[in-house]
């Protein structure tokens, strides 16, 4: 008889298309406050990068979630020199974009689809409570899981032990055995399995080079992935 998995699978970049999303809510931005004056792609280059290392250090704890909202803008702002727009505004403005975004990855859809009657799928995500909750009703994918585990919800985050510690004493009976995480994350699901003793499967569609922290499993698309939990659930 096959076995149930408890599988605690990322959103961004891992089943949410994050890039494209934040690529189309940049674009829309600019376009809606009229302050990339036909630099957009430029200035939706520069953010990403921005808002990717504001991420990192919120994954290490130096800033806080709500640093990151508008931080990334004036720092932005400030090098292009631009002026007279309220950052608040234009924080929550480009939040609701990426909210209202119905950007997945290939073959998401078709693999959640295909193993959530079987097992028992949980989300874990380091987004914000709204944007992460709104994306995956639009997308379609949130009827997939039995429940969402939003950091800002609960007030613990990714990769730290606490964090899942706490999803696993809400799932309640869990068998760590057979309990995996999925994520494209090294630094957030790679290490926050090590750090809670939770087998880890990295979603590797980029090939990233792995050095110091090693997945149990990698695979590169939901092809391969689909064949190892049939195989794990042997």
């Not at 890039?19 to 189309?24: A, G, P, T």
């Not at 809510?25 to 406050?33: E, G, N, S, V």
């Not at 009827?143 to 990769?159: D, R, T, W």
């Not at 057979?178 to 994350?185: A, F, K, L, M, P």
Request: net charge neutral; aromatic share 12%.
């Amino acid at each position: 008889m096959a076995k149930r998995l408890i599988l605690l699978i990322d959103a961004d970049d891992t089943i949410l298309d994050f890039n494209r999303s934040e690529n189309e809510a940049i674009i829309k931005l600019c376009k809606d406050y009229d302050f990339c004056n036909g630099k957009e792609k430029e200035f939706a280059l520069d953010f990403k990068k921005t808002n990717r290392r504001m991420w990192d250090m919120f994954e290490r704890g130096e800033i806080t979630r709500e640093q990151i909202f508008y931080t990334r803008f004036e720092e932005l702002f400030s090098k292009y020199d631009i002026t007279g727009k309220d950052i608040i505004e234009i924080g929550d403005a480009y939040r609701e974009n990426v909210a209202m975004s119905k950007c997945i990855i290939y073959g998401a859809r078709t693999f959640l689809a295909s193993i959530y009657k079987n097992h028992d799928l949980y989300c874990i995500t380091n987004g914000v409570t709204r944007t992460q909750k709104l994306r995956l009703k639009n997308t379609g994918l949130g009827k997939y899981f039995k429940k969402l585990y939003i950091s800002q919800e609960i007030g613990l985050q990714k990769p730290y032990k606490d964090y899942f510690d706490y999803v696993l004493k809400d799932i309640g009976d869990c068998d760590i055995e057979n309990t995996y995480i999925i994520g494209d994350s090294l630094s957030s699901d790679i290490l926050g399995g090590k750090n809670s003793g939770i087998k880890t499967i990295l979603f590797n569609k980029e090939n990233k080079q792995i050095k110091d922290i090693v997945p149990d499993y990698s695979v590169k698309n939901y092809t391969e992935l689909k064949k190892l939990i049939d195989i794990l659930s042997e």
